[in-house]
């Protein structure tokens, strides 16, 4: 079966750089079409979607963040890395990373999805 | 970027009940809408996709329906465990944008 686990510091000081990885399993990166995005949700606010990272490697971001992250993939490890640089308690939030299997025709959605973690920004 | 707005913010309704949520979008995303239902504590889950399919698993009682900038999700026979809140979600274009939320309330 399809699972994701995010794992990263729950708690990263201001200015700091934000590493989380996406561990899943049941899906290869490595198939045509698969896709894994980043998501982000604040204590009590809606989802709003972060950074995205396809089979072949194509990368896209957030148009207002889009200068502080980065993402990547180690298809062999089946995992996915999100960077987001010099963190801000705004950027306090619950972090999930989710599948997009692409069944084509433009058809694209989130069918599986990580427990999330919760990152706080706090000195 | 794409904006979508859901209303209501909340709705109250009672078990049994029919419910509508619907979802603008500031412009044209023909089909490309996505529902989904979270509860507390826990990660969303996908209902709907690509406006009107309804994802493996979930109760026959939720439907979607829309096209273009105007869409809807429609609880038929209200249970219990559907006082949540629900999300929808462009993917016609990047970045993907999400509503607001609408919180569904027991009356």
């Known amino acids: 079966q399809v699972t994701l686990k995010e794992s990263g510091p729950a708690l990263v000081k201001p200015t700091q750089t934000l590493t989380l990885t996406c561990s899943f399993s049941g899906f290869s990166l490595g198939t045509s079409t698969m896709r894994v995005s980043w998501i982000r949700q604040p204590p009590g606010k809606a989802l709003e979607w972060l950074a995205r990272?396809?089979?072949?490697?194509?990368?896209f971001y957030s148009t207002s963040l889009k200068t502080r992250l980065t993402i990547s993939k180690d298809t062999s490890k089946n995992q996915v890395v999100l960077t987001m640089t010099n963190m801000d308690p705004v950027d306090t939030a619950t972090y999930y990373c989710?599948?997009?299997?692409?069944?084509?025709?433009?058809?694209?959605?989130?069918?599986?999805w990580g427990q999330g973690t919760l990152v706080t920004v706090s000195s | 970027d794409i904006q979508m707005t859901q209303s209501p913010s909340s709705l109250s309704a009672s078990v049994g009940d029919r419910v509508t949520i619907t979802c603008r979008a500031s412009?044209?995303?023909?089909?490309?809408l996505n529902w989904y239902q979270q509860e507390p504590g826990k990660a969303p889950n996908l209902l709907i996709y690509s406006a009107s399919n309804l994802q493996s698993g979930v109760p026959s009682r939720f439907s979607g329906s829309g096209g273009g900038t105007d869409f809807t999700l429609t609880i038929s026979s209200l249970q219990p465990e559907d006082f949540t809140t629900y999300f929808c979600q462009q993917s016609y274009s990047i970045p993907n944008t999400f509503g607001q939320g609408t919180r569904l309330e027991i009356k």
């Open positions: 990272i396809d089979w072949d490697d194509e990368k």
């Open positions: 412009q044209s995303i023909s089909w490309y």
């Open positions: 989710a599948r997009d299997p692409n069944r084509g025709g433009g058809t694209s959605y989130f069918d599986y």
